[in-house]
C-alpha cells in the first residue's frame, strides 16, 4: 500500500528551528509538496521539490532524497504564527495525490 | 475569483437528510478536486474533474456521494441519506494545470459538514 508518515506533533521555541521529517512508500513518484494549514482553514502551498536536495524560500526550506523516500521541511527562527500543521504529499505514478495526517507544530514564547 | 469559494462554510443535517456542498474555483483553473479531511488527519481524495469531465471517482465512500461541474467551472457535492460517518470537513482546490501538470493546488477553506 501508499504511505506518508509525519511525526504527528511537535512543540519549539519561538526564535528556534525545527525540522519536520516526512518518509513516503508510495507507487511511483513524481514530486513532493509541503503544504502548510492553520486550523479551521485551507492548506496553503509551501514547497515543491522533485529533483534531490535542498530548496530554500526565505525561512522556509525543504530538502529531498528519493533513494531514500525522505523529505523534511525546515522552519528557522520560528514565529508564533507557525504554530499550524504542516502536510506533507506525494505525487505517485498515477498523478494521484497521497497525503500525510500532518504534523502540529506547537510554537512557545 | 481571487480564490477558491466553498459554500456553506458549516452545515449541520440531522442523519438521513440530503446535503450539497458548493465549490467555485478560481476562475479558468482546469482541474478541481474534492477532499475530505477529518479531524487531525490529511485530505483524502474524493474525485476530480478536469473541465466538466469527472475523470476520477474512485475517492467517492459510497453511491451516496455524487459530484457535478456541468460547465466546467463550479463544482457540487452531494451526500444522500447522510451518515455520521459523513461528518469532516470537505475541500476543494482547483489547479491552472491539468492532474499530470503537477501543479499547485489552491484549495478553498472548506465546508464542515456534522451529521446529527
Known amino acids: 500500500g501508499q504511505n506518508i508518515d509525519q511525526p504527528t506533533e511537535m512543540t519549539a521555541t519561538e526564535g528556534a528551528i525545527v525540522q519536520i521529517n516526512c518518509t513516503y512508500q508510495t507507487s511511483g513518484f513524481n514530486g513532493l509538496f509541503w503544504y502548510q494549514q492553520h486550523a479551521g482553514e485551507a492548506p496553503t502551498f509551501l514547497s515543491y521539490?522533485?529533483l534531490d536536495g535542498l530548496e530554500e524560500k526565505g525561512r522556509f526550506s525543504s530538502f529531498l532524497s528519493r533513494s531514500k523516500g525522505y523529505s523534511y521541511l525546515l522552519l528557522k527562527e520560528l514565529q508564533m504564527k507557525d504554530s499550524a500543521s504542516y502536510l506533507c504529499?506525494?505525487?505517485?505514478?498515477?498523478?494521484?495525490?497521497?497525503w500525510g495526517a500532518g504534523t502540529k507544530l506547537i510554537i512557545k514564547p | 475569483g481571487a480564490g477558491v469559494s466553498q459554500s456553506p462554510r458549516y452545515k449541520v443535517a440531522k442523519r438521513g437528510q440530503d446535503v450539497a456542498l458548493r465549490c467555485d474555483p478560481i476562475s479558468g483553473h482546469v482541474s478541481l478536486f474534492w477532499y475530505q479531511q477529518a479531524l487531525g488527519q490529511g485530505p483524502e481524495f474524493l474525485t476530480y474533474?478536469?473541465?466538466?469531465?469527472?475523470?476520477?471517482k474512485s475517492g467517492l465512500p459510497s453511491d451516496r456521494f455524487f459530484a457535478e461541474r456541468p460547465e466546467g467551472s463550479v463544482s457540487t457535492l452531494k451526500i444522500q441519506r447522510t451518515q455520521q460517518e459523513d461528518s469532516a470537513v470537505y475541500l476543494c482546490a482547483s489547479s491552472s494545470y491539468d492532474r499530470a501538470g503537477a501543479n499547485v493546488l489552491t484549495f478553498g477553506a472548506g465546508s464542515r459538514l456534522t451529521v446529527l
Open positions: 474533474f478536469q473541465n466538466e469531465a469527472q475523470l476520477d
Open positions: 504529499a506525494v505525487i505517485d505514478s498515477n498523478y494521484q495525490l497521497i
Open positions: 521539490n522533485v
